[in-house]
Structure formats: structure tokens, C-alpha cells
């Protein structure tokens, strides 16, 4: 560790004031688009400035059959646009992805929700109309990774400085064994009479190398979403600026629940840290 690392002891969050190590937010169609609205969507998000390098997805399919040499490869076929911000070692800052069913945006550099999804909801404003041209919201998803690092010697690790006893998302034996663990837990909610909610929660206590070095973390990985048009759920079905209103006001929900489950997770005094309470 560094001399700055040898300072601390005990779980520190990954960065100050926060333990976030990245942030998915999806938007996934219920209908893949043609190949010409994958080009307009291409063409309006242009060279933005906080997303300066590009690259095209594709996918190669090969033809199988009678009189057909052994792997016939077909012309490679644009599945999406990729577009985001490389730090100089190599670690993605922000990411863009426009596939033929889903929109999504990732991001590394998280400061405050208010700043992450101004920024996401300005690509969902611009081009969730050209897929809603073609079919219906099928989810909405929000991925959080937190993430909790260990100092200090190696024999002394002790999981309760962050983790609750009593948390419904953990398993009271992880309390009493000083192995590595993983906990994985998942339920579904009536959010509202259109929509379907999972709450998915993956803990670990795991091991992991960073620039040639092995250190003991605590992960903690959110995965919330809403599934729409499910069989016994009303139907969801709006367009233009409804929908984009509900798109918006599904994933402050998602956000508020995030940290009322990292919450529950968290003790209290590692909740101040990272400022949910």
C-alpha cells in the first residue's frame, strides 16, 4: 500500500465521501431498430466534448447448411454505437451505448446523483423517442457498486465496522467467519399498478489485485429494476414527453430506494461517512 494507504486503518469507502466505484443507468425496448434509426441516433449524439472516442458495434453471423463451405461469414452487421471518455490508464470515465434495444450510460467519476443523471437524462431525452418510434419501455434499470477498502494488517479485518448485524440483505453466518464470502439476495415489489420492481442486492468480501498489490474489500452491487407490460400489471404505453417525464420520475425512485438499501446495509457510523444519514 502507499504511505498515504499506511495512514488509515480499518474499511474506508473508495473515495472520499463516498464509497462508489461506478453507476449503470439502462433503458431497455421491448423491439430492436432498424439499422437506419441506429445511424440517426448515431448522427444526433454527433462528437460530444465529455465523450470524445467512438467505436461501432457489430456482430458477424455465418451460414450454415447444405453446399456451403464450413464457416460462410455473412457481411457484419451494426448491433450499436459506443461512445465514451478513456482515462490514460486505461479506466472508462463515462460510456454511451446505443444498442438496437437498449440505451445506457456508465460512469466512473460520480460526484453527486443530481450531476450523474443531468447528464444521462439529456442522451435518454434526445434519443429515447427514436426508439420508442419502434416499440415500448421494457425496463428501467439503476446499478450502483460500492465498494469499501481495507487497512491495516491482514489478520484484523473486521466486516462489523461496516456491515449491520440485522440487515434483511445479509446473512447472519458471514458475522461469524473470517473467509472470504459471497451473499446474493433478490425479491420482486408491486411498485404501482404498471410496474413490476426487483430489488437485487450482491455482497462480497473478497480479494482483489490493483496495480500489482492484493487488497481486502467489501462490495456491495445494487441492481434495481422496473419491468413494464407484465402479464397482471397494468399496460405502459406513453409516448413523448410523458413517457419522458416517467422515465425521469422511475429513476429518482430507483435512486432514493438505492440509498434506503445501502442504508440498511451500512452501519450508522459508516452511513454519516458516505453521507446517507
Do not use: C
Not at 36 to 46: A, C, D, F, M, V
Not at 84 to 93: H, L, Q, S, W
Not at 177 to 198: E, N, Q, S, V
Amino acid at each position: 500500500m502507499s504511505s498515504n494507504g499506511d495512514q488509515k486503518k480499518g474499511f474506508e469507502p473508495l473515495h472520499k465521501g463516498h464509497a462508489i466505484e461506478q453507476v449503470i443507468i439502462s433503458v431497455v425496448m421491448d423491439s430492436e431498430i432498424p439499422e437506419g434509426t441506429l445511424t440517426e441516433i448515431k448522427q444526433t449524439i454527433g462528437t460530444p466534448e465529455e465523450l470524445p472516442a467512438y467505436a461501432e458495434l457489430a456482430a458477424v453471423s455465418f451460414a450454415v447448411g447444405p453446399g456451403l463451405p464450413a464457416s460462410a461469414a455473412l457481411a457484419p452487421s451494426t448491433t450499436g454505437h459506443l461512445f465514451r471518455k478513456v482515462r490514460p490508464d486505461g479506466i472508462t470515465e463515462n460510456e454511451l451505448k446505443a444498442h438496437r434495444n437498449t440505451l445506457s450510460f456508465r460512469t466512473t467519476l460520480y460526484t453527486r446523483w443530481n450531476v450523474l443523471w443531468s447528464l444521462a437524462k439529456t442522451y435518454i431525452e434526445k434519443l429515447l423517442p427514436y426508439y420508442a418510434r419502434h416499440g415500448r419501455v421494457a425496463q428501467l434499470s439503476l446499478n450502483y457498486i460500492d465498494k469499501f477498502i481495507w487497512y491495516g494488517a491482514k489478520d484484523q479485518y473486521d466486516i462489523t465496522q461496516v456491515l449491520r448485524r440485522d440487515s434483511p440483505y445479509l446473512a447472519g453466518h458471514i458475522f461469524e467467519t473470517k473467509d472470504l464470502w459471497h451473499i446474493h439476495t433478490g425479491r420482486f415489489m408491486l411498485a404501482d399498478d404498471a410496474t413490476k420492481r426487483l430489488i437485487n442486492v450482491n455482497s462480497d468480501y473478497l480479494d482483489e489485485r490493483r496495480q500489482g498489490e492484493t487488497r481486502r474489500t467489501i462490495s456491495i452491487r445494487t441492481a434495481l429494476i422496473d419491468s413494464f407490460n407484465q402479464a397482471g400489471f397494468n399496460e405502459f404505453n406513453l409516448v413523448n414527453q410523458q413517457l419522458i417525464d416517467s422515465v425521469d420520475k422511475h429513476f429518482q425512485e430507483l435512486h432514493e430506494l438505492d440509498k434506503v438499501i445501502l442504508k440498511s446495509i451500512l452501519t450508522a457510523d459508516t452511513a454519516r461517512r458516505i453521507a446517507l444519514s
